[in-house]
C-alpha cells in the first residue's frame, strides 16, 4: 500500500499537484465505492489536521510490515522493513512520511541525473516555485516554503538548482 501511495504522489506531482494524506491501521469496510469505518475516520481526521503536503502515518505501521511482509520478503522481514524506512522520513518521534523528495530515484526513477527522475525533479521543482508566488502570510506558502527547504536538500545531495527564497 504505500508504495502504491508513493507512485500516486508521483503521478501527481507529473500533473503538477501535491497532496496529503494520512495512512491509518484499523478496522474499515470497503467494497466498491462504500467505505466506513474507524480507520477510515481516523485516517480522514488526520489528513484534514495535516498542515504540510505529506502522507504521513504512525511509526507502528512498521512493526506490521515486520509482521505480515509481503509474499516474495518472507524470511526477509528486517530488509522490507529498512527498504521502506528508506523511502520515508520521520515527522517527528511517532509518525513519518513518504519521502517524495528523495525517494523517487530508488522507487521510479533512474537516479537524480536520469532522464525521468529530472522530469519528476524538475516538476517538482516547478510547483514549488510556483506556490512560493502566493502571499506569504497564508497557509498554503508555508506549506510550500517547508516544501522548498526538503526539495533543496535533495538538490545538494544530486547537485540541482536550489529553490531561491
Same mark, same amino acid.
Given at each position: 500500500?504505500? /508504495?502504491?501511495? &508513493?507512485? $500516486? +504522489?508521483?503521478? !501527481?506531482?507529473? #500533473? ?5 494524506? &494520512? +495512512? ?13 469505518? @474507524? $480507520?477510515? +475516520? =481516523? &485516517?480522514?481526521?488526520?489528513?484534514? #489536521? ?13 512493526? %506490521?510490515? #515486520? ?16 527498504? *521502506? ?5 520521520? !515527522?517527528? #518521534? ?10 523517487? =530515484? ?12 529530472? %522530469?519528476?525533479? /524538475?516538476?517538482?521543482?516547478?510547483? %514549488?516555485? /510556483? ?5 506569504? *502570510? ?8 517547508? &516544501?522548498?527547504? @526538503? ?7 544530486? @547537485? !540541482?538548482? !536550489?529553490?531561491?527564497?
Amino acid at each position: 500500500m504505500l /508504495s502504491d501511495c &508513493a507512485f $500516486a +504522489i508521483h503521478l !501527481l506531482i507529473s #500533473n503538477g499537484f501535491l497532496c496529503r494524506g &494520512a +495512512i491509518k491501521v484499523g478496522n474499515m469496510y470497503h467494497k466498491y465505492t462504500t467505505l466506513f469505518g @474507524q $480507520a477510515y +475516520i =481516523d &485516517a480522514y481526521l488526520a489528513e484534514e #489536521n495535516e498542515k504540510l503536503p505529506v502522507v504521513k502515518f504512525n511509526k507502528n505501521l512498521f512493526e %506490521i510490515i #515486520n509482521s505480515f511482509p509481503g509474499p516474495a520478503n518472507k524470511g526477509f522481514e528486517e530488509w522490507e522493513v529498512d527498504f *521502506t524506512k528508506k523511502n520515508c522520513k520521520e !515527522l517527528n #518521534n511517532e509518525e513519518y512520511y513518504l519521502d517524495y523528495f528523495t525517494d523517487y =530515484d530508488d522507487r521510479v526513477g533512474a537516479g537524480a541525473g536520469g532522464w525521468t527522475a529530472s %522530469i519528476h525533479y /524538475s516538476k517538482l521543482r516547478e510547483i %514549488i516555485v /510556483s506556490g512560493l508566488r502566493l502571499p506569504s *502570510t497564508s497557509s498554503a506558502y508555508k506549506k510550500y516554503n517547508w &516544501a522548498a527547504d @526538503q526539495f533543496n536538500l535533495t538538490a545538494k545531495n544530486y @547537485q !540541482l538548482k !536550489l529553490i531561491e527564497k
